[in-house]
């Protein structure tokens, strides 16, 4: 089968194992039904804006044309540093999205995906958001009326936490076990002062992600469309956004939204 497309970052349910999609013009392809069998993924060049759709030279924040960076709301500061958003105020790039999406109940997580790391999400963007890291295992620990709320106590947390994935780690499994967890609950407690403390929720059940991969890479290769046009061999793993070929390439598939390819299962 070819299918010629454009990326879309990859669809994922929660199962045992995580099952995968990948929206393609042709309709979805369940990426967990290629493992153990040949892939190769082509890419002719051409790279549409994700957000207005134009065709551009360049890709910015993982899909944006250059104006779309600049000026669409879903690449606004906040979307990496919520403490910056202005929603809760009517404010931003665009009112009526930031009411939609960001002036809504957000949540404070802890994941492990290789260390314990904090992060901020939608309520209703668990346990997608996690899976998207790769996560082995999270849990929530604060629940936020918006996402300002929620970004002032990720500020707090990450001076005893990381707020970034160690992603090689990840992609090798070189994670911690759901037991580090206790210690940074009680962490997390001491850490926060003042008003922030009545958003603490510690009593949510942890979440273990069992993803599809037939072996973890010893060492990893990453892919770059800008040196080489294409990645192929026997896909052997999908975590996080990332697809593993061969136990050893790998590409993220979500870095590279907007850009077309041509795909050969």
Known sequence: MVIKTILKKLKASNGDPI??????DDGQVLLNDCIGKNLKIEFTGKIYCKSCGRLTKKSFAQGFCFPCFRDAPE???????????????????????EQHHHNQPHVVYLAISSAVKVGVTKDNNIPTRWID???SYAVTIAHTPNRYLAGAIEVELKNNFTDKTHWQ?????????ADGFQEAFNLAQTSLTGELRKHLRLNDTIFTGRYPVLQYPAKIVSFNPEKSPYIEGVL?????????????????IRKFEGYEVVITL
């Open 19 to 24: 099952q995968y999609q990948l929206d393609t």
């Open 133 to 135: 890291q790769g996560a």
């Open 75 to 97: 690449a606004a500061p906040c979307i990496i540093r919520p403490e910056l958003c202005r929603a809760h105020l009517g404010e931003g790039r665009d009112i009526e999205w």
């Open 236 to 252: 052997t793993g999908i975590k996080g956004q990332y697809l593993m070929f061969d136990a050893t390439k790998v590409i993220n």
């Open 169 to 177: 780690k990840m992609l090798r499994n070189e994670v911690l076990d």
